[in-house]
């Protein structure tokens, strides 16, 4: 074991990043595949293995799909028993408000394949969104990558010829529209399958791209609207976090609307420094 070494684990749709650091600096990086526990059974046992081979005595882990303290405290728990490191685990909104604002009061917006908020004023503690693709995630990559493909079917439905969002969808997927159709509802649970059209949607030059990206950032805003309203605190500072805020069009958007700024510590940073503050 590495004495004192923290680990810091970001997982999420997409992939899996993590640090470990040592007397405030950063000796090794790791990454993976995505993780989310609600969608990979394997998730604790990848977790375990990770854990172990970064040989830290102290992990942080936010991690998409954990709902309330109950099942963040059972899993820390598990992890801790099944490793040799105390493991502290969040939900990925957890870490990023570690990370963004680690000494008082803010709201942090996720989003990446999927969406969150979370935000903190006074010591109390609230969350929009994260009810997962289902039932929620707009502005996330996914919903962009939904929404741009419901763009393209509804164009065609009406009988006008393919646009350029259209055009570009198809030659991206490298199929026509009702292939892409199908290999979507092949494997339902894969959201990194629409969420990687998000590339395709914001190079492409075309009212239709440009609305489901602005939907996008109002999405975004408005939960960061609702996290002021709910916590009565109209001027909260609110960061940016993941990787649909590297789109200009989304990112311009919802900083316009809302004045976020980026965090101050990366993700996995972010949950090296919420297992840190949980350790006291």
Known sequence: MTNGAVLGIDAGGTGTRAVLVDGGAIVQRFTGAPMNVLLHADAVDRLVALVEESGASLVGIGLPGLR???????????????????????NDADAALAGAFPAG????????????????????????????????????????????????????????????????????????????????????????????LVPTVAACDDDAARAVLAVAADALAELAAILRRTLGAPELPVAYVGGIFNCPAVRDRFVAATGAVPPLHPPEMAAALMAQGAAG
Request: glycine share 16%; proline share 3%; hydrophobic share 45%.
């Open 105 to 196: 009061d803010g709201a942090v917006v996720l989003a990446g394949t999927g969406s969150i908020a979370l935000g903190r004023s006074h010591g109390v503690l609230h969350r929009a969104g994260g009810h997962g693709f289902l039932l929620g995630d707009e502005g996330s990559g996914w919903w962009i990558g939904r929404q741009a493909l419901r763009a393209a079917l509804a164009e065609r439905d009406d009988g006008r010829p393919p646009g350029a969002l259209s055009r570009a969808l198809t030659d991206t997927m490298d199929n026509d529209l009702d292939g892409i159709v199908a290999t979507v509802y092949a494997d339902p649970r894969d959201r990194t399958l629409l969420a990687g």
């Open 68 to 90: 309330g303290a109950r099942a963040t405290a059972a899993l820390s728990e598990r992890l801790s028993a099944a490793t040799s490191a105390t493991v502290v685990v969040g």
